[in-house]
């Protein structure tokens, strides 16, 4: 079992950077995959980034290529999302969610049904 802490959110102009962390308890955080899910105000939940326990999968949703980073610090049970160029549509509850079954995580990363645990959320707000 792992729980999960995110931080790093608030308010930034558009363009700008900010950059979530997700604190992860637990020994065993070096084996399990991890994503970034985020959420607007009446939206579903929507997939933004993954990566796997070994750090050879990651995958981003559309939206967010090129702009957005997801790495992990298993040295710190830490995983980061860097986020470069932020847009108003990037505006959203941000989630942290973990799982250690790689088979499920590979065929469907992108899924929220695909992980079982979850942080709080932290608030990403962007300013245009």
């Known amino acids: 079992q792992v729980s999960l802490v995110e931080s790093g959110g608030g308010l930034v102009q558009a363009g700008g950077s900010l950059r979530l962390s997700c604190a992860a308890s637990g020994r065993t955080f070096s084996t399990y995959n991890m994503a970034w899910f985020r959420q607007a105000p009446g939206k579903e939940r929507e997939f933004v980034a993954a990566i796997n326990w070994s750090e050879i999968i990651t995958d981003y949703a559309d939206s967010v290529k090129g702009r957005f980073t997801i790495s992990r610090d298993t040295a710190k049970n830490t995983v980061y999302l860097q986020m470069n160029s932020l847009k108003p549509e990037d505006a959203a509850v941000y989630y942290c969610?973990?799982?250690?079954?790689?088979?499920?995580?590979?065929?469907?990363?992108?899924?929220?049904?695909?992980?079982?645990?979850w942080g709080q959320g932290t608030q990403v707000t962007v300013s245009s």
């Open positions: 969610a973990a799982d250690r079954d790689y088979l499920r995580f590979r065929e469907h990363l992108a899924s929220h049904s695909t992980y079982d645990y």
